[in-house]
């Protein structure tokens, strides 16, 4: 069975079922972290390094659209997934548009396709990493040549 201890997945649900059931169904594949509600999952974001963001979208107080909302303005690395048990269409589009979503899944999960899921958004997650460490390198190095050529031109 493969393991992705490594990966870090935050469940954020008003329904302390939902949440004992998906860290029964996947603690032993991931770091399972939980909240009970937006402003919780953002108190969870403050204290860990956070890769995968599963958020309910009908939360009383703020919506998993809401939360994504402001999971954006301070965390942005994480790939985001909405879930829900509702056929709600307005709230798929905002997800999409402003909460920038990589999935939407509907309740109740299949478990091997939720793993699915959020292995390959933490495969994205390690791919903007890497692209990002890149064009970091890719800079240096062009400064690094810049200074070169400049000093060349002035010997």
Known sequence: MDTFDNITVLYV???INNLNSFKAAFRRDFKVLIATSGAEG????????????????RMPEMTGVDF?????????????????GYTDVNAVIDAVNKGHIYYYINKPWDEDQMKIVIKN???IFNLREKNRQLIETLTDVNEQLEFLLRQKLIS
């Open 42 to 57: 953002l108190k969870m974001l403050a204290e860990n390094h956070v890769h995968v963001i599963i958020t309910d979208q």
């Open 13 to 15: 649900d008003d329904e």
């Open 68 to 84: 994504l909302i402001e999971v954006l303005k301070k965390y942005s690395d994480p790939i985001r997934i909405l879930l829900t």
């Open 121 to 123: 958004a933490f495969e």
